[in-house]
């Protein structure tokens, strides 16, 4: 019996085959910095941070990591204080019980600044 795949299933892992790889690279390359972590609100928030001068706060989208930021994260550090934020509910960050919404991720943000 055939498989029938849909143009937009297989744009889908096209997608994630190529960020999986970005992903990759950026590990064995020595790319990722060390993982700190952060209580906000009793939760732990893990993140990457580095460089130095104004600060930028990267956010992932939803079903994402603070690691998709990697290709970036370099070159923004050599002139920024960066931090890529694994957000609660997401990554190596804490995953509680909580009813989540946009709300939540602001307040944790708020928090974690």
Sequence with gaps: ?????SFRTLSLVAVL???A????????QGGLPPE???SVYGQNIRYFEAGQ?????????LGAIKEVWMPSFGALSAKYH?????Q???GHSDKPLLDYKIATWVDFL???M
């Design 110 to 112: 708020q928090g974690f």
């Design 36 to 38: 700190k972590t952060a």
């Design 82 to 86: 960066v931090y890529a934020v694994d």
């Design 88 to 90: 609660l509910g997401f």
């Design 1 to 5: 019996m055939p498989i029938k795949i």
């Design 53 to 61: 001068g104004p600060t930028v706060i990267l956010l992932h989208g």
């Design 21 to 28: 790889g970005t992903l990759v690279s950026a590990q064995t």
């Design 17 to 19: 085959i190529a960020n």
